[in-house]
């Protein structure tokens, strides 16, 4: 199973929003709605942001969102923050029944 | 509060074996499939294997297939990993993860642990 493609950074300024896409193939993020996304700070345990393609888990800001079209899923954060510099991974479950993640995107706040 | 503490990490020659284990503390361990996921020395999440809440279903990666058995004993809210055959490539911080409810399959992991590292060199 190969890891979904992930961009390897995306950068913007405070106020501005990003968009993180996720692409993988119909075996796993287009075959399913189980798509979620985890944040990971360095040297920390990672956090989930975004499950079932574009809910937030409670606790999370509404500034995440995900959606997803065909076999690419999106994060998007809105407002950017200086706290919201991290490494995002998304996951996939996937036609074997196994889970993949995302090759990962180094976000960077300008 | 939800901990969950992963333990038995080291350094190992190649082709030793290591027992990871993953306690948890605050919830009912019976109830969640728990998996474990790995992350080699500055790269990218890897999943490695999965098991359900009962422990009647149990996944793995190709890359671990053969080699790492995933088990678990709910009467000590303990979730295991064994790993043998080990490789190089195996060297990584091992992460045991919480799925949402008692099914391994078509999920997502709520809530990890800090990890462990697992060396393996001679």
């Known amino acids: 199973q190969s890891a979904l493609t992930q961009p390897a950074s995306v950068s913007g300024s405070p106020g501005q929003s990003i968009t993180i896409s996720c692409t993988g193939t119909s075996s796993d993020v287009g075959g399913y709605n189980y798509v979620s996304w985890y944040q990971q700070h360095p040297g920390k345990a990672p956090k989930l942001m975004i499950y079932?393609?574009?809910k937030r888990p409670s606790g999370v800001s509404n500034r995440f969102s995900g959606s997803k079209s065909g076999n690419t899923a999106s994060l998007t954060i809105s407002g950017l923050q200086a706290e919201d510099e991290a490494d995002y991974y998304c996951s996939s479950f996937t036609i074997s029944s196994t889970y993949v993640f995302g090759t990962g995107t180094k976000v960077t706040v300008l | 509060e939800v901990q969950v503490l992963e333990s038995g990490g080291g350094l190992v020659q190649p082709g030793g074996s290591l027992r990871l284990s993953c306690s948890a503390s605050?919830?009912?361990?019976?109830?969640?499939?728990m998996s474990w996921v790995r992350q080699a020395p500055g790269k990218g999440l890897e999943w490695v294997s999965a098991i359900s809440g009962g422990g009647g279903s149990t996944y793995y990666a190709d890359s671990v297939k053969g080699r790492f058995t995933i088990s678990r004993d709910n009467s000590r809210n303990t979730v295991y990993l064994q790993m043998n055959s080990l490789r190089a490539e195996d060297t990584a911080v091992y992460y045991c993860?919480?799925?949402?409810?008692?099914?391994?399959?078509?999920?997502?992991?709520?809530?990890w642990g800090q990890g462990t590292l697992v060396t393996v060199s001679s």
């Open positions: 079932d393609v574009s």
């Open positions: 605050g919830l009912t361990i019976s109830s969640f499939a």
């Open positions: 993860a919480k799925h949402i409810n008692i099914a391994a399959r078509q999920t997502y992991f709520d809530f």
